[in-house]
Each structure stands twice: as structure tokens, then as C-alpha cells.
């Protein structure tokens, strides 16, 4: 899908999500307007992966400067615990497999999301941020039909939203989880996002630090007291007529999926032995504790070590691009949220704690007030033409790869949007090849010379991302594509 004369475009994960955005550019907002309404709206429509109580990061590109903003999630400051906490270990069923998390009011980092929206919008929105909120409100109030991914999100972690009265009083009414296509509304959430938009944040924050207060977590006010929002320079490189922006450290996924993108780039060929060939190099950097700086990076030291705690899951991702050249990309995650709805407010504290991946040493064991590390990777692209390209995913560890194999396909490829994201991919991690829709690809025999134990994939799955795109092409017209993986919706404005 493309078109001229638009005000903009958004590639995100809900209809209910590119609506908010659609609905601001229309009102004059700009692309850093539109995803910030985009994200409020995602908190109702995707509750799963995206709330008030998590965090993230936002780049941004007017065609002068990249901005990057760090919202993501800080350790408390009450580490180690000094009292018993609620941390309760429950398993999320994926069909293939089941994956064990924590939860409870312990699992909660102290989340950016709040300060992280409202600094962007301050820097660099164009409407009042009060605007901003109100296509979520009204959808909160009103409701809306459960869209299909997530009644699978749902299902997957169902224990978390059945793990008390009044988690399982919005998410199952009738004694079951909602369905695809079932009504489904947050007044609770509205009113939450109300106060916000009267300017009222700590009411809010106050409402998270009695939910830990009440059931033994570690937030306590000098943790909100003590957030701050890290604006970073990206990690920029250059392939062919493109700079790149990319997430910088202690955030890895960005920087990943560059020095995979330049190692492939490098090569004569840009096939599946080729790309395996660059993952295989990626990924021995990644196990020997520290990668080596993007050869032609800018100013800001894109090296990085591996030893920061690394939260790599639950996540969506909001592509905006407007019609004065404006790029904003912009990843959130709730973890899956910690169980306990934070009273009076419709939404969960994130779990960020609760992965076994982030505290290696065991639970709580990293350094207290420490920025938590993450995949995440919201990525912008420029030409001196002025074709512009902003995109990111969801997808844990996969998305480096699931940035990586859609950037080949657009930048080395000459993809168009869909094509680039609708693309089967490959993911390379601790020594196993994962071939998505294995049966289409004619080099899978290649492949399996490399690699014999690879693991073929028949169809393709969310476990590879899901790469939300929109490209501009510098001269007032965009195309795009949501990525059908995790629910994907295109539009434009």
C-alpha cells in the first residue's frame, strides 16, 4: 500500500493503535506526536506488551538531528530485598513449548514510560500532550472487539492475567479470557489516563508505589524520585546511499543487527549462506563478552559489553514517518505484565525482574538503580534524497535478527516494504539455525550443509519478530507494511 498527498504514515501492531496515530497527524501532530498517541492507545488495545508501568526507547529524525530517548526500565533501589517479597514463578504455555517467568509485586523494575512520553512530547511533539491521550481514553470507555493476537497473548499468559480478582474481572468476565472479537473495555485505564492528561503523573506513581507497598514489592517513591530519562547518541553506520540509526548501548539490539548488516554488506552476495555467514560472525562476537564498534560509526562509542542485565522480552513497536520528513520509531514492553492490576488504574507494573536470563548471579542479584539493558531496537534510515525509512519489532532475542534479515532486504535487496518484512527469515543464536517457512526457500539444502541440525520452521511466527516498516521516498509519498507475524496494520493519514 502507497500514496501521495498524505499527511503521514504508521506501521504498528493494532487497527485500534494506528488509529490514535492516523487520527493525530490528521490534527496537525508530527511523527513523534502521533506515536506517542499511538503508544497510550497501545496500553488499552495490547495490554500485554505495552502499559503506564513499563518502559522503552523513541528515535526520532527531523531531517536536522537524530534524538534518541531512553525511557527503559531501572533495578529498585531496595536491592537486595531486605523483606520477604511477592515473587511467584508461573509458566506462559507458547503451544511448543512453555517458558517460566516471575511475577508479583517483586518482579517490578521501576518503569519509564511516564517520564519517557511526557519528555518527548515536551522536546519534541507539536500538540499538547493532553491531545495526545484522548483517542485512548474514549477507546478505553467505549471498548473495542479483541483483536486475534491478542486472545493468543492472552492465552499464552493466562496465569498472569488470572493470578488475582481484579486482573480476572477485566480479562475474564465470565469466568474464562475474552475471545477474539469480544468486547473488551478499561474504564479503570481511562480515568488512569485522565489523570495523566490533567498533568496528574504522580497520582498515578502513587498508585504504583502502594500496589508494592501493599503486597510486598521494592518500588518506593525515591525510585520514581530518582528516574531519569537518558537521551543517548545513536549508533549511526552507513549502507549504500543510507545512515543508519540505531539504539545505542547498554541497549544491544541495534547494534547487533548493524554489525551483522555491515559484515553482510561487506560480502559479494546477500543469500541465505551469505547472511548465515554474517549471523555466524555476530553471534561469535556476541559469546566472547564484548562487540567491537560498527566500523564506520559515529561520535558515540558504539562498542558495548555483555555484562549488563539484559531484559529481552514482551514487547511492541510504533513506525511513524510525516509528511514534513519527520521519522519517529518507538519500542515499548511491560515484560507481560506482573499480575496485580495497580489499583483504581487498569494497568500492571511490568516483571521485568522476573526473567532468569536478567539475574544470572540469581534473582534480585544485580546492582540496585542499575538501567536495565534490552534488545529493543527502534531504527530510522536516511538519504540525502530524502527517503527515509523508520522500523522496529518486538521478539526478544530474535529482534536483532528480525531487524537484521528486513534491513538486508530493503537496503541490499532493493525489497519494497512488504516484500522486505513478508520475507522468510533466518536467526542464529548459541550454535542453532532457525529457518522460517523452510519448504519456500530454494537454499535450504545450503543451509543445511552449513548448518545440519538447523531447526525448519514451516510457516512463519511471531518467534521472528514482527517488523513494523514505513518508507518515505522523499517526495510526499510512503509506503509501509505491519508485519502480519504480530498482528501488523499499515495506514495512512
Given at each position: 500500500m502507497s500514496a501521495t498527498g498524505a499527511k503521514g504514515a504508521v506501521a504498528c501492531g493494532h487497527p485500534e493503535t494506528a488509529r490514535a496515530a492516523v487520527e493525530v497527524l490528521r490534527a496537525g501532530g508530527n511523527a513523534v506526536d502521533a506515536c506517542l498517541a499511538a503508544l497510550f492507545m497501545a496500553a488499552f488495545a495490547e495490554p500485554v506488551l505495552a502499559a503506564p508501568g513499563g518502559g522503552g526507547f523513541l528515535m526520532a529524525h527531523d531531517g536536522t538531528t537524530p534524538r534518541l530517548f531512553d525511557f527503559f526500565c531501572d533495578a529498585p533501589l531496595a536491592l537486595p530485598p531486605r523483606h520477604d517479597i511477592e515473587f511467584v514463578e508461573i509458566h506462559a504455555d507458547f503451544g511448543e513449548t512453555t517458558q517460566a517467568f516471575h511475577i508479583g509485586a517483586g518482579a517490578a523494575a521501576t518503569p519509564?514510560?511516564?517520564?519517557?512520553?511526557?519528555?518527548?512530547?515536551?522536546?519534541?511533539?507539536?500538540?499538547?500532550?493532553?491531545?495526545?491521550?484522548?483517542?485512548?481514553?474514549?477507546?478505553?470507555?467505549?471498548?473495542?472487539?479483541?483483536?486475534?493476537?491478542?486472545?493468543?497473548?492472552?492465552?499464552?499468559?493466562?496465569?498472569?492475567?488470572?493470578?488475582?480478582?481484579?486482573?480476572?474481572?477485566?480479562?475474564?468476565?465470565?469466568?474464562?479470557?475474552?475471545?477474539?472479537?469480544?468486547?473488551?473495555?478499561?474504564?479503570?485505564?481511562?480515568?488512569?489516563?485522565?489523570?495523566?492528561?490533567?498533568?496528574?503523573?504522580?497520582?498515578?506513581?502513587?498508585?504504583?508505589?502502594?500496589e508494592c507497598r501493599a503486597h510486598d514489592g521494592l518500588l518506593e517513591r525515591r525510585d520514581f524520585d530518582a528516574y531519569e530519562v537518558k537521551e543517548r547518541q545513536p549508533v549511526t553506520t552507513r549502507i549504500g546511499d543510507f545512515e543508519l540509526f540505531l539504539n545505542a548501548p547498554p541497549a544491544l539490539g541495534g547494534l547487533l543487527a548493524g554489525l551483522a548488516l555491515k559484515a553482510l554488506a561487506a560480502s559479494e552476495h546477500s543469500d541465505g549462506k551469505a547472511r548465515l555467514a554474517a549471523l555466524r560472525e555476530l553471534e561469535q562476537a556476541r559469546r566472547s563478552g564484548r562487540l567491537p564498534r560498527l566500523p564506520d560509526a559515529g561520535e558515540a562509542d558504539s562498542a558495548a559489553d555483555l555484562t549488563a542485565p539484559l531484559v529481552s522480552r514482551g514487547t511492541t513497536h510504533v513506525s511513524v514517518v510525516d509528511a514534513d520528513g519527520m521519522a519517529a520509531a518507538v519500542t515499548v514492553s511491560n515484560g507481560e505484565g506482573n499480575g496485580r492490576l495497580v489499583p483504581g488504574m487498569g494497568f500492571m507494573l511490568n516483571n521485568m525482574l522476573g526473567e532468569e536470563d536478567l539475574n544470572?548471579?540469581?534473582?534480585?542479584?544485580?546492582?540496585?538503580?542499575?538501567?536495565?539493558?534490552?534488545?529493543?531496537?527502534?531504527?530510522?534510515?536516511?538519504?540525502?534524497?530524502?527517503?527515509?525509512?523508520?522500523?522496529?519489532?518486538?521478539?526478544?532475542?530474535?529482534?536483532?535478527?528480525?531487524?537484521?534479515?528486513?534491513?538486508?532486504n530493503l537496503l541490499l535487496e532493493g525489497m519494497n516494504p512488504q516484500e522486505a518484512v513478508e520475507a522468510a527469515r533466518l536467526h542464529y543464536e548459541n550454535g542453532t539455525l532457525d529457518v522460517e517457512a523452510s519448504g519456500e526457500r530454494d537454499d535450504l539444502a545450503a543451509l543445511k550443509a552449513e548448518e545440519p541440525g538447523l531447526k525448519a520452521w514451516r510457516e512463519r511466527s511471531m518467534y521472528f519478530g514482527g517488523v513494523h516498516v514505513v518508507c518515505a521516498d522523499g517526495k510526499g509519498g510512503f509506503a509501509g507494511r505491519g508485519d502480519p507475524r504480530r498482528g501488523g496494520v499499515f495506514a495512512l493519514a
Open positions: 519509564g514510560f511516564l517520564p519517557g512520553v511526557k519528555r518527548a512530547s515536551a522536546e519534541l511533539g507539536r500538540l499538547a500532550f493532553a491531545d495526545l491521550l484522548q483517542p485512548a481514553i474514549l477507546a478505553a470507555r467505549a471498548g473495542i472487539a479483541v483483536a486475534p493476537l491478542q486472545a493468543r497473548m492472552f492465552r499464552i499468559v493466562a496465569p498472569i492475567l488470572t493470578f488475582e480478582d481484579a486482573a480476572r474481572r477485566l480479562f475474564a468476565p465470565q469466568g474464562r479470557l475474552l475471545e477474539e472479537g469480544e468486547p473488551f473495555a478499561n474504564p479503570q485505564l481511562a480515568d488512569a489516563l485522565a489523570e495523566i492528561a490533567a498533568g496528574r503523573i504522580a497520582t498515578v506513581e502513587e498508585a504504583m508505589i502502594a544470572p548471579a540469581g534473582f534480585h542479584a544485580c546492582e540496585a538503580g542499575i538501567r536495565l539493558a534490552s534488545m529493543m531496537a527502534p531504527t530510522i534510515a536516511r538519504a540525502k534524497d530524502g527517503r527515509l525509512i523508520a522500523l522496529g519489532t518486538g521478539g526478544s532475542s530474535r529482534i536483532r535478527t528480525a531487524i537484521f534479515n528486513v534491513l538486508a
